[in-house]
């Protein structure tokens, strides 16, 4: 048998093998992504102009800042102003008497436009304090009508412009961070920092006449310590109920103190002590804190009475003598000329208009005769109601700091209504009236709508 070549095998070359082709699986389109953007904070007048939303934090932090503001302009507006300092000698940096006029009555009209910023739609929360406070405005309108002088016109329409930023205010009344408290205790610092700086660049200016007066402003002694008083209150309230650091209290207590000892006023100093006694025993059961600082004050309080008293009898007789202290430096001539002053029946139950609290040039120093001066008996009884309205309302209030701080400032405008014009009219102590019964308050506008 024979075999042929051609069929064996002879290629070395492997087998083929057939692959099936498998198709692959079909590609879907996957939604676009969005660009990565950055988000950038703004200011909230930035935002309305080119219409970009504005945090949240950005716009609190904004209406903190112009509220402080506000108040800050307000205490501006009650502030003391003549050409030179208190003891008649010239200031470190002459202010010609038509500027300086200019930006303490500014202020008002200054306070007014930016708490309508800050409240534009002019939300007012219902009060009874800025309800009572405002008879007052009405009866100064009422004298107004029959004033034989342009001042008393002048005085009651800023007396309204006045109460009218108080309302537009109001809607931030009772906020947990004590937005009010903290802006007034700054705004009186600036103003205690300028009286330091002037004791420290011209002492015999800043303590001419023996007591220590605003060389930079002419800030009067009294109300050198009334700052100082309320602002060492304040702080010490606050750091009882932990809301204030130990470091900072102390720090404003060696100033605040400093300060009082050099502007020799007896009135600041006992309101203040009444203030902070009635503002700790508010809460002294819940607050170990009181206590122990209660029982420091009672050992310190006896060492000194029994060694330094006669230092301390020498500094608060400010070298008067017997027919001084029992006149209260001539306090009562001037009230027995305001009594003495002839009247009709309207002048008795409405007064005389508002005027600059004074008598044959003599100062009145008394809340409840200035008032009676002005406004007459209708004014006098409204001035108590707001001031009883207070009290009443901080005894009805649970325990907290916000109570706490409210007797406080009503104790200390109680006490030196006696002998200082106080909150009958556009002044300090009527706002510091207003951020006690502002501290009473249910918080009011909702952060949204500022």
Not at 220 to 229: G, H, K, L, M, Y
Not at 324 to 348: E, H, K, Y
Not at 388 to 406: C, M, Q
């Amino acid at each position: 048998m024979t075999s042929s070549v051609d069929d064996r095998t002879t290629s070395s070359e492997p087998p083929t093998t057939t692959f099936q082709r498998i198709s692959a699986p079909p590609v879907t389109k996957r939604p676009p992504v969005p660009p990565v953007t950055r988000r950038t904070v703004v200011s909230p007048v930035v935002a309305r102009t080119l219409r970009i939303p504005a945090t949240e934090a950005v716009r609190e932090r904004s209406v903190r800042f112009r509220i402080g503001l506000t108040w800050a302009l307000l205490v501006l507006n009650v502030l003391t102003f003549y050409p030179h300092t208190w003891s008649g000698q010239p200031l470190i940096l002459p202010i010609p008497s038509i500027i300086g006029k200019a930006i303490t009555q500014g202020a008002l009209p200054a306070a007014l436009v930016m708490a309508m910023i800050v409240n534009r739609r002019l939300i007012v929360k219902p009060s009874i304090f800025l309800a009572l406070i405002s008879l007052l405005v009405l009866e100064a309108f009422v004298n107004a009508l029959q004033a034989r002088h342009f001042g008393t016109i002048y005085r009651s329409f800023r007396l309204g412009g006045f109460i009218f930023t108080l309302w537009l205010l109001s809607p931030w009344w009772g906020r947990r961070d004590l937005l009010l408290v903290r802006s007034h205790v700054i705004t009186t610092t600036v103003v205690l920092g300028f009286t330091i700086l002037g004791l420290v660049v011209s002492p015999s200016r800043a303590l001419g006449g023996g007591r220590l007066g605003g060389a930079f402003w002419p800030t009067p002694p009294p109300q050198v310590a009334e700052f100082a008083a309320v602002t060492l209150g304040l702080v010490v309230v606050m750091w009882l109920a932990a809301r204030f650091s130990g470091w900072g209290t102390l720090f404003v207590t060696g100033i605040a103190v400093l300060i009082l000892y050099l502007s020799h006023t007896r009135t600041a100093i006992l309101a203040m002590v009444l203030g902070i006694l009635v503002a700790g025993l508010s809460m002294i059961s819940s607050e170990a804190r009181v206590r122990k600082l209660f029982a420091s004050i009672g050992i310190i309080a006896t060492i000194v009475a029994v060694t330094l008293s006669g230092v301390v009898m020498t500094w608060l007789l400010r070298g008067e003598g017997t027919q001084q202290l029992t006149s209260l430096t001539g306090r009562t001539a001037t009230w027995s000329a305001v009594v003495n002053i002839p009247r009709n029946l309207f002048q008795v139950i409405f007064g005389f208009g508002l005027s600059n609290k004074s008598v044959n040039g003599l100062p009145v120093d008394s809340n409840w005769l200035a008032s009676f001066l002005d406004q007459g008996v209708f004014g006098v009884v409204v001035s108590a109601s707001a001031l009883l309205f207070v009290l009443i309302t901080a005894y009805f209030t649970p325990r907290g700091v916000k109570r706490s701080l409210a007797l406080f400032l009503a104790t200390y405008c109680l006490v030196a209504s006696f002998t200082e014009t106080s909150f009958s009219d556009a002044s300090t102590y009527l706002l510091e009236l207003t951020l006690a019964a502002s501290l009473l308050a249910t918080s009011g506008l909702n952060r949204r709508q500022e």
